[in-house]
């Protein structure tokens, strides 16, 4: 198999935060534990630009509620047109999939808010109908937990809700395996992981971009990296969030770093151009399960 990669966009509210004591995310700047959208529709505008400009193909993980205020303003900007609304941004060879309705901790780990099983699938299938309602053309197959936090009974409920592949774990040797089956009319749930890997000085490292995002990595540390991971394995997944152009967690950005933070993810989606192919983690599933 020719080497993959897989950029994945996770389109969640700006600057995606934890509430203790609320399932559900929040703007980590707002003052009040409110939602902002405004980055993350920024950022997604301009980085489907760059996908365009580069020809690769992304992932995008969208949380239902982002995705429907995104909706709500293209076609508020765009009234009276054909064609107004968020589906007609995302290019057909790129996929869409799923994050959660309100960017909800699964696990509780972070908020100490357990959600109980049926309110947890009731939020998936509210997820999927959303998407579905918004993509109409699209068929709904993967999901990425917010913060990462997944738990069998989170991977079984997948299963029963129609999802066909989770992108949720990491993994130093990342392959598609079949998690979340056990009990009985489970049919359980492929991954598709992300990777993890150590830096040249031997530290970890994951194929997440936040520290490149808040400037405590750098480009040269993300191309070493998904080098030496495609030595090993067929594919890395990498992973960013729409709204990190135009956000960090200081807050807004200024202009000027906007441009600097666009120009450093074009920059590095041409150098893994130079090493692999792009996929969509949907084409890994089922590339990896049809043998
Ligand atoms: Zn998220």
């Known amino acids: 198999m020719t080497k993959k990669i897989v950029f ?58 982002t995705a429907r205020q995104i909706d709500a303003r293209e076609r508020k900007k765009n009234k009276g047109r054909k064609n107004a609304g968020l589906a007609s941004l995302i290019p057909f060879e790129c996929e869409v999939a799923a994050h959660g309705y309100r960017h909800e901790d699964f696990t509780g780990s972070l908020t100490g808010v357990i959600i109980p099983r049926a309110q947890k699938k009731t939020i ?7 998407l579905e309602k918004i993509f109409p053309q699209r068929r709904i197959e993967g999901f990425r937990a917010p913060y990462l936090n997944y738990d069998d009974e989170l991977l079984a409920l997948l299963g029963e809700t129609g999802f066909t592949y989770d992108s949720s774990a990491y993994s ?98 041409q150098s893994f151009k130079e090493i692999a192919e792009f996929a969509t983690a949907r084409e890994i599933a089922f590339t990896k399960t049809r043998k």
């Not at 009040?32 to 992932?59: C, Q, W, Y």
Request: charged share 30%.
């Open 124 to 130: 998936l299938k509210k997820t999927k109908a959303e």
């Open 172 to 269: 130093k040797s990342p392959v598609v395996e079949k998690k979340g089956v056990g009990g009985k009319g489970r049919q359980g749930i492929y991954e598709v992981p992300l990777t993890e890997a150590a830096d040249a000085a031997g530290k970890r490292m994951v194929s997440y971009l936040w520290p490149l995002m808040e400037g405590s990595r750098s480009a040269a540390d993300y191309e070493a990296f998904a080098f030496r991971a495609l030595a090993h394995n067929d594919f890395v997944v990498f992973a960013t969030h729409s709204w990190h152009s135009h956000a960090s967690i200081e807050g807004v950005r200024p202009e000027s770093e906007v441009e600097l933070k666009l120009g450093t993810v074009q920059r590095l989606i």
């Open 8 to 65: 994945t966009v996770d389109v969640d509210r700006d600057v995606a935060w934890h509430k203790i004591g609320s399932h559900e995310g929040v703007t980590k700047h707002s003052s009040e534990g409110e939602a902002f959208f405004d980055a993350s529709h920024a950022g997604l505008r301009r980085l489907l630009e760059i996908l365009k400009d580069e020809r690769v193909p992304a992932t995008f993980f969208f949380e239902g509620e």
